[in-house]
């Protein structure tokens, strides 16, 4: 299957990935919504795909989310940052949990369109 969003798709809705990073960016999202929604489901996938467009509007949030998250350190395990009497803390989330939180925001944003079961 080629590309499902492309660059132009994206930037006009999108802003979070630059058009440097986004080839890798989209080929990472459409690896992960391609582990939801299932390899036979995936290869199935068309234009003319009921929720087609939900699909790509899927794709370029993944890409957001990964971009948010690695510029914001999650996944890392890093619970707390102190600087000159001056702290914060976090939450420590694994890479595992960023997965799964991820893959339930796929099954939320593909809700409706038949593409992810029954969500």
């Known amino acids: 299957m ?3 969003v492309n660059w132009e798709y994206y930037s006009s809705l999108f802003d979070k990935v630059s058009k440097e990073d986004f080839e890798k960016a989209e080929r990472w999202a459409e690896m ?8 036979i ?6 234009e003319e795909t009921f929720g087609y467009q939900q699909l790509q509007d ?4 993944v890409m957001n989310k ?4 690695v510029k914001s350190g ?12 001056y702290s914060e803390s976090y939450v420590v989330q694994t ?10 925001s ?10 992810v079961g029954a969500y």
């Open 2 to 4: 080629s590309q499902i």
């Open 32 to 39: 992960e919504v391609s582990n939801v929604i299932g390899p």
């Open 41 to 46: 489901r995936w290869a199935a996938i068309t």
């Open 58 to 61: 899927c794709i370029c949030k």
């Open 66 to 69: 990964m971009a948010e998250d």
């Open 74 to 85: 999650k996944g890392k395990g890093v619970s707390s940052i102190s600087n000159d009497g």
């Open 95 to 104: 890479e595992e949990q960023l997965r799964k939180e991820l893959w339930c």
């Open 106 to 115: 796929i099954r939320a944003w593909l809700s409706g369109t038949g593409l």
